[in-house]
């Protein structure tokens, strides 16, 4: 079996265009490392050389952690060391160097090609140090960021434009570094990636700051907002102004995906910057230190706009012909927030849409971006965006809005990449075909919108709407068919659970609202959406819905359904061990059903979760779930029958004990290492005497 999962790749990367452009604030993504998804460019688990489960180890997941550090005497230049804990079922570990770089030193790892190391098995701590360029250039508005020479898809020096990354050897914005992973395994094991900046800075895990920085956070929602202002930063607004607006981003979009974490630097303007702000990663991003939050191109929010857009990643993200909604989403977003938050009023809300409207933007075709002009996507499209939003509320009496639609396409992230088809299909199953058929003009025509007025807005704005709650339903998850335990742990609710195994989580939905409406309900792991439901409720009506899934590898995971929060540990069999065994009773007839008895204890200082196999000599005869909080024991059960005379080892874990069939008198065969050659020729002669003793009788 062969598992696939990309090695830590950002998200994507979206951005503001510059201060001079004609059509005001504008953004850019593409694709890091990985855009187009190749071997190269993955983690790749082979798990050719599995054997039988041991449960003597218990760490498992594979570590990596990155620490930066700034070489002020070489502006330009970072250096970025990678160091990998490697637990006990990696048998093999290869490394291929994707970001551009210089590898300095080794240890641990031997290159068996250009760019490619292998872990050489001497130590369980192997490293790889290198030096990384810092400058990106080549900024030319949306993601044509002209000539690239490297894998990464970022932007290349001498292509013009501004800097999107850069370090000055005082201060320095970069990316952190990529690289593909790909290890054989012989259990399931989880991956963790770390990135620390050695000295003065600071890092999101994708987007790192060399430098004196000081940092300011709030707490919006279970999302953690840092904002990182470094001290060469000269900061327009106040830390308190830019993370409530980024708060009221987070209240406003419903939207389903919502990083655990919003890393945000405001940049030093004593560099050219191509872009005024730039989206990277996971929830990475930089935004002009000078940006404003008062005006309808609110960059804060454009680019807080883009953590929120699973479906816009680089490993399948958007269709050509659905590429435009990408920016227009954020544009349009970032005003009408800005609107409803009171940062501008309605008319300047009104003049930013109504450029889309003027030539040369009115004129190009949305679904055919090699038509469009350089901001296309930004001007024209929020307009469009905004329309279907304005029909789509007044179709439904104000029921539906595209943060519907943006939720689904969220939702469906992981499925492949996002055509004209789903977009299309979601409007209608949101709003019905006038809607869709309104997007089919707007977007394959040169047709455009006229911007609506004030008591337009308010007709279709101001509607009463239905308010939705959401929340974990009191009856406890379950994995498989089988009921599961929770826990609280410091005020959260916790659990485990066997990798592999669907998991179903019952949510409860409420209306809470005065009028009638629907719902749509998610779940949300690590931030990204694994299963919905959408329904209807009256005023005060309440319902559940169970929405499943199944953990791919081993981990900590956060389960998350409206603002509440779940923890849950994803383990394997090496999680647990089988501390003792009986079989009640132990001696039957055959046909007789007995009862297998295990004590299961978790095997580190985290919760253990297993399906454990319960063995005899015919093989598997049951497969028992079981989940243990640490210092605890948990009991599994399982019914047994054997329909000939004899005696059968019945082993679980690293434990094992016999039953008599037959009448004869139990014995334990404790000498005997498992389900070997000594056990089938000791069970073959015990029944061969048994059988002559019958005889002579």
């Keep these: 079996m062969v598992f696939l999962l990309v090695a830590s ?8 265009a510059g201060s001079g452009s004609t059509a005001g604030a504008a953004g850019d993504r593409i694709g890091p490392a990985g855009a187009v998804a190749t071997v190269d460019d993955e983690i ?20 990596r952690a990155t620490t930066l550090r700034q070489l002020p005497d070489e502006p330009g230049e970072f250096e970025a060391e990678m160091t990998f804990e490697l637990p006990d079922p990696v048998t093999g570990l290869e490394v291929d160097i994707v970001s551009p770089g210089t590898v300095e030193s080794t240890d641990g790892f031997e290159e068996t090609a250009d760019g490619t190391y292998e872990w050489t098995e001497t130590t369980d701590t192997p490293s790889i140090r290198m030096t990384v360029p810092a400058d990106r250039t080549g900024y030319e508005g949306h993601h044509r960021v002209g000539s690239t020479n490297d894998s990464t898809g970022t932007l290349s020096a001498g292509s013009g434009g501004g800097y999107s990354f850069v370090d000055t050897g005082e201060w320095g914005i970069v990316q952190v570094p990529q690289v593909g992973l790909s290890w054989r395994e012989t259990e399931s094991v989880g991956f963790e990636s770390t990135a620390t900046v050695d000295g003065p800075g600071a ?66 303007t004593d560099v050219e910057w191509g872009p005024r702000g730039l989206q990277y990663g996971e929830g990475d991003a930089w935004v002009r230190a000078d940006a404003p939050i008062d005006e309808p191109d609110n960059v804060w929010l454009h680019e807080y706009v883009h953590v929120r857009q699973a479906f816009a990643g680089p ?26 938050k009171g940062l501008i009023g309605f008319d300047e809300f009104q003049r930013f849409l109504e450029r889309g409207e003027q030539s040369p933007y009115a004129n190009d075709v949305l679904v055919e971006p090699n038509s469009w002009e350089d901001e296309t996507d930004y001007v024209k499209g929020p307009l469009v965006y905004g329309e279907l939003d304005r029909q789509l509320r007044l179709e439904t009496d104000g029921d539906r809005t595209l943060e519907d639609v943006f939720r689904e396409l969220n939702a469906r992230a992981d499925k492949g990449t996002v055509t004209e088809s789903d977009f299309l299909g979601a409007l209608e199953n949101a709003g019905g075909t006038e809607v869709r058929e309104s997007a089919e003009r707007y977007t394959r025509t040169k047709a455009v919108p006229s911007t609506w007025d004030r008591s337009e807005h308010e007709a279709a704005f101001d509607q009463p709407i239905s308010t ?25 609710t916790t659990t485990a659970v066997p990798v592999g195994e669907p998991v179903t989580v019952p949510v409860a939905v409420e209306n809470v609202g005065d009028r009638d409406g629907t719902y749509d309900a998610t779940l949300q792991v690590d931030g990204s959406v694994v299963d919905h439901a959408q329904g209807s409720l009256t005023a005060g009506d309440r319902t559940t819905e169970r929405l499943e899934w199944t953990p791919p590898q081993q981990g900590v995971y956060d389960l998350r359904v409206g603002s509440e929060t779940m923890t849950v540990f994803v383990r394997g069999p090496s999680s647990v061990t089988v501390s003792d065994l009986a079989v009640e009773p ?7 059903s007995v009862t297998a008895t295990a004590t299961v204890e978790a095997a580190d200082d985290r919760p253990g979760a297993a399906v454990l196999p319960v063995r005899t000599p015919e093989g598997v005869a ?58 089938a020729v000791v069970a073959v002669f015990v029944m061969l005497v048994v059988s002559l003793w019958r005889r002579r009788l």
């Design 9 to 16: 790749l950002p998200a994507g990367v979206a951005g503001a």
């Design 44 to 63: 790749v688990v082979d798990r050719s050389e599995q054997f039988a489960t041991s449960v003597a180890s218990s760490s498992d997941t594979l570590h």
């Design 203 to 268: 890092t999101g895990g994708d987007i790192a700051v060399f430098g004196e920085v000081t940092e300011h956070e709030r707490t919006v929602d279970g999302e953690r907002h840092r904002l990182v202002v470094p001290e060469a930063a000269d900061l327009k607004e106040s830390p308190e102004d830019v993370l409530e607006t980024l708060a009221a981003g987070s209240d406003a979009l419903e939207v389903g995906e919502r990083p655990d974490e919003l890393f945000v630097v405001a940049a030093p």
């Design 315 to 340: 490993q399948d993200g958007v269709a050509t012909e659905t590429e435009w909604l990408i920016e227009a989403q954020a544009e349009y977003y970032a005003a009408l927030i800005s609107l409803e």
């Design 468 to 492: 939705m709650e959401y929340r974990f339903a009191t009856e406890s998850i379950s994995v498989g068919d089988e009921s599961w335990k929770q826990w609280d742990r410091d005020g959260e």
């Design 586 to 592: 132990d001696d039957v007839d055959p046909g007789e």
């Design 622 to 679: 049951a497969e028992e779930s079981v989940v243990v909080r640490p210092g605890e024991t948990a009991t599994l059960e399982s019914d047994l029958a054997f329909d000939e005379d004899g005696y059968y080892e019945v082993a679980v874990g690293n434990q094992k004990t016999t039953v008599s069939v037959g009448g004869l008198p139990a014995a334990q065969l404790e000498e005997v290492p498992g389900f070997g050659a000594v056990t």
